[in-house]
């Protein structure tokens, strides 16, 4: 699975950004093999329109999933309509915040 998480920082042990637009790294992660690489977010300073301007610009990037703090709805709305499963109000590093997710996936196909 790809999963891109909002990033502070360039690491998975930095921390799950709270504002999605305007986070300052996306880091996409191969579920399997925790491998990554940095994307830094040109739109991080816009004034306004930049979860929309993100949201477009992941539905690009193969991802099944998103983890963010924080997301409006049209962010989601795009993400979604692209098949890419969103999770939000995620705290923590990167890296916990994949195991956490996968773990909640896991469990929702077990039940």
Do not use: W
Not at 81 to 89: L, M, N, R
Request: hydrophobic share 45%.
């Amino acid at each position: 699975m790809i999963i891109v998480a909002v990033s502070e920082g360039e690491t998975l042990d930095s921390y799950v950004a709270e504002d999605f637009g305007h986070a300052p790294f996306f880091l996409v992660v191969d579920s399997d093999t925790l491998d990554y690489h940095v994307i830094e977010n040109e739109f991080a300073d816009s004034p306004e329109g930049a979860g929309v301007a993100v949201a477009k610009a992941i539905t690009t990037l193969k991802a099944d999933a998103v983890l963010t703090g924080g997301i409006g709805m049209h962010g989601i709305q795009i993400l979604q309509q692209a098949g890419i499963k969103v999770s939000y109000d995620e705290e923590g590093t990167i890296e916990q915040c994949i195991v956490d997710f996968l773990r909640r996936c896991a469990n929702n196909r077990a039940g």
